[in-house]
């Protein structure tokens, strides 16, 4: 059964840091391309940032600089660093493999101004 667990989410301030974390299982993590989703209220939901099993990454262009995906291959654990947080990046955060799904429950993220 794959179980995907998002965590580190919350409050803060513009301007801040936060890190989010995704645990997984029932996936063959090593070889899984990987990414980080977000859906704010009353959008659709899009890709973040993404990971292959080599390492390589790409982000959506409004979060490059500012956001680092990572994955920790022994432990299974997916890793999203996000600083210089903007309002804008409100959102409900999701891992999941690409091309996308299955999903979590997620992790909210509130920035304020």
């Known amino acids: 059964q794959v179980q995907l667990v998002e965590s580190g989410g919350g409050w803060v301030q513009a301007g801040g840091s936060l890190k989010l974390s995704c645990t997984t299982a029932?996936?063959?993590?090593?070889?899984?391309?990987m990414g980080w989703f977000r859906q704010a209220s009353g959008k659709q939901r899009e890709l973040v940032a993404r990971i292959t099993n080599g390492g390589s990454t790409a982000y959506l262009y409004s979060v490059k600089g500012r956001f680092t995906i990572s994955r920790d291959n022994a432990n299974n654990i997916l890793y999203l660093q996000m600083n210089s947080l903007k309002p804008e990046d409100t959102a409900v955060y999701y891992c999941s493999t690409l091309p996308g799904g299955p999903w979590g429950q997620g992790t909210q993220v509130t920035v304020s101004s």
């Open positions: 029932g996936i063959n993590f090593r070889t899984a391309v």
